[in-house]
């Protein structure tokens, strides 16, 4: 069983950064898909990034479009720990965050679907005022 323990929410005003971590409970980070989703109240749960690193020390990430040139995923494998940089915030990140794990898609690439994902944390909440 794989346990994800999300941490570095809070509150910041609009155009201010925070960063996330994931920690996890495996080193096996390397050979599956780390993913940040998010939730907002009333609303389903989006993707935001996701992050696999393949052979070598090739990384390969993807994003949403509403954070892309914002947000920043990365992983530090000695640490087992998966970190989201989030800068330039907008009263519209506002949301619980969570860390996914799950299996690398056919074509290399990490899915930002929900269902893709077998493993999450309990969530850090990120609250953004305007």
């Known amino acids: 069983q794989v346990q994800l323990v999300e941490s570095g929410g809070g509150s910041v005003q609009a155009g201010g950064s925070l960063r996330l971590s994931c920690a996890a409970s495996?080193?096996?980070?390397?050979?599956?898909?780390m993913a940040w989703f998010r939730q907002a109240p009333g609303k389903e749960r989006e993707g935001v990034a996701g992050?696999?690193?393949?052979?070598?020390?090739?990384?390969?990430?993807n994003y949403a479009d509403s954070v892309k040139g914002r947000f920043t995923i990365s992983q530090e494998n000695a640490k087992n720990t998966v970190y989201l940089q989030m800068n330039s915030l907008k009263p519209e990140d506002t949301a619980m965050y969570y860390c996914?794990?799950?299996?690398?898609?056919?074509?290399?690439?990490?899915?930002?679907?929900?269902?893709?994902?077998?493993?999450w944390g309990q969530g850090t909440q990120v609250t953004v005022s305007s």
């Open positions: 992050i696999y690193r393949g052979a070598g020390s090739a990384v390969y990430a």
């Open positions: 495996t080193n096996r980070l390397t050979t599956n898909c």
């Open positions: 996914a794990r799950g299996p690398v898609g056919y074509d290399g690439s990490c899915s930002l679907m929900s269902d893709e994902y077998n493993y």
